[in-house]
């Protein structure tokens, strides 16, 4: 019964982690076997092995996202601010250079970010047909890498399966592409499309509407309390931010096997990862606080400004997340409501008798 | 080759879902999703139109001096279980590579970890041994040497023989987990001797 041990010679580039690889630290690596293409999914110290043979492989596709240039914009206004209020700190404030050099470390750390996520490339999600599933290849998640595998990939597949589509079927595909596209009008093929291939719960989106109406209310506080420090006690603002983070779990936990469209979900995930942020950045200044606090008299005058420098710089990051994020997030919603109910409209008219 | 597209799933964009273009499919630039916008490209292949062969379900014998099969005495055997010799349906029949199995061989191969191409999943005890070796000379974690060393050495050794990654099957990181565990142990040793001895000058 045992046959000798398949050896795989090749790895095709591509090597990625889902969630940065924090919470849920899935990587994926692809190997050519003589045959097959062995997909390895890695959680933690378990690898799982998915094998895809040559002649099963019907469709690569590659779309282009956005993913990565938001990263760039987000990583741009975090080194803008803490750059700005460094400089600002020690040119016009005359506060202690430590304070500066700090926040201009905190800068330089961010840009090199920018720098190598620019350098990989744009993103794109890469998905692969069979004849009874579709698998999502997410450690392809750069636009070149995915398109040097889609190349060598097609190679290979087009030599196991013998040649290239016949224009016929080519020409029977376009036409079927073209017809499910005209079958549902406008904004509702999306919807109808995802709908039939999964079946998948209506969300009408009030968790997520609740949570970027909260994000402008904390927008609103950020901004009094960049003009004025001591207008809201501490608790209230750290309970605040405790609502949010509440509120935000839960429309994660809701978005999770519902209809709501991947932006939607995206915006949510950003949320998430820029309140565990806050809360960092929040730690850092408690503990500056309660170290200068334990000091007493001799706190140094670098450590006071850099805990007011935390503060506005706390504050500045959350009135530029807040209102982008609310925006953004109240924008996909409302087209994905207005979706829904383009959809809707046929089946909620009485059945002609 | 088939001509006919029996499928019922289309090709669809990844950021939104909606149906792909005709125009992107194949093409030698990428092009557009009509719905969202994004640049998409597609590449299908001919097993894209090829028809899914229908399932068998096993002939039923007619005579009663017919070869039936070992695990459906009503159905006709077509076929010779290639591991055990039992004869089998069409239903039972299960073509590995051109190796005719039964679904008990199947099964006890895949038990067993003989047939590699029915493993789905592997625990990774070398990696698992390299971080327990190494985690420990993190600060916090430091006084777990005396834990973690033993722990490292018997996982090295217990699992020294099982399969490893079917890819890049080297046991290096088994090595250096285990001198590392050595070298740990022996710094234990040297910590214990010295204490002994300077209690003992003390006393």
């Known amino acids: 019964m045992s046959k000798a041990p398949v050896v795989y010679k090749r790895k095709l580039p591509g090597k990625a982690k889902r969630g940065f690889g924090l919470l849920n630290a899935t990587g994926q690596r692809l190997w050519l076997g003589p045959d097959h293409l062995l997909v390895i999914n890695t959680l933690y110290f378990k690898e799982r092995y998915k094998r895809f043979y040559f002649t099963d492989i019907q469709a690569l596709t590659i779309t282009r996202t956005t993913a990565g240039m938001i990263l760039n914009v987000v990583f741009a206004i975090l080194a803008s601010l803490f750059g700005i209020w460094g400089a600002a700190a020690y040119f016009t404030l005359g506060w202690d250079p430590v304070a500066a050099i700090f926040l201009g470390i905190i800068a330089v750390c961010i840009l090199l970010g920018l720098a190598l996520n620019s350098l990989f490339g744009p993103t794109c999600r890469c998905f692969m047909y069979t004849p009874v599933h579709c698998e999502e290849l997410f450690c392809l998640g750069r636009l070149w890498t995915a398109r040097r595998v889609a190349r060598d990939l097609r190679a290979i597949a087009e030599a196991a399966q013998s040649g290239t589509p016949d224009p016929t079927d080519m020409d029977k595909l376009a036409n079927r592409q073209s017809s499910v596209q005209r079958q549902t009008p406008g904004l509702a093929a999306a919807t109808t499309a995802s709908r039939a291939a999964q079946e998948l ?153 | 080759m088939s001509t006919s597209l029996v499928k019922t799933a289309v090709l669809t964009c990844g950021a939104c879902d909606a149906p792909l273009p005709p125009s992107v499919v194949n093409a030698p630039s990428p092009g557009r999703c009509a719905q969202c916008g994004a640049e998409a490209e597609a590449a299908v292949f001919p097993a894209f139109f090829r028809e899914m062969a229908p399932g068998t379900s096993g002939e039923k014998t007619l005579f009663d001096d017919e070869s039936s099969c070992f695990y459906h005495p009503t159905k006709k055997a077509v076929v010779p279980c290639d591991i055990c010799g039992r004869f089998l349906c069409a239903l039972c029949d299960v073509d590995m590579h051109g190796q005719h199995m039964c679904p008990s061989c199947i099964d006890a191969g895949k038990s067993k970890g003989k047939m590699e191409q029915l493993e789905v999943e592997r625990t990774r005890w070398d990696v698992i041994a390299l971080t327990l070796a190494i985690l420990t000379w993190i600060p916090p974690m430091l006084y777990l040497i005396m834990f973690t060393a033993p722990a490292t050495l018997f996982i090295v050794i217990r699992y020294w023989n099982t399969s490893l990654s079917p890819v890049r099957p080297n046991r290096w990181r088994f090595v250096v987990a285990f001198f590392i565990a050595v070298c740990q142990l022996g710094l234990i040793g040297l910590l214990a001797t010295m204490f002994v001895m300077e209690v003992g000058a003390y006393e």
């Open chain 1, 201 to 353: 719960r209506h969300d009408d989106g009030k968790i997520h509407s609740s949570l970027f109406y909260l994000l402008l209310v904390d927008a609103v506080m950020s901004v009094s309390l960049l003009l004025w420090p001591d207008f809201l006690p501490a608790p209230v603002s750290m309970g605040f931010v405790a609502l949010l983070i509440f509120v935000t779990v839960a429309a994660v936990i809701r978005q999770k096997r519902s209809d709501l469209p991947r932006n939607v979900r995206n915006v949510t995930w950003t949320i998430f990862a820029y309140l565990c942020l806050l809360v960092f950045f929040m730690y850092i200044f408690t503990v500056l606080s309660e170290f200068g606090r334990t000091l007493g008299e001799d706190e140094p005058p670098a450590l006071e400004g850099l805990q007011t420098i935390l503060v506005k710089v706390i504050n500045s990051i959350s009135l530029v997340f807040d209102l982008l994020l609310s925006f953004i997030g109240l924008r996909y919603l409302a087209d994905f409501r207005r979706r829904s109910a383009a959809y809707e409209e046929p089946a909620a008219a009485p059945p002609e008798e």
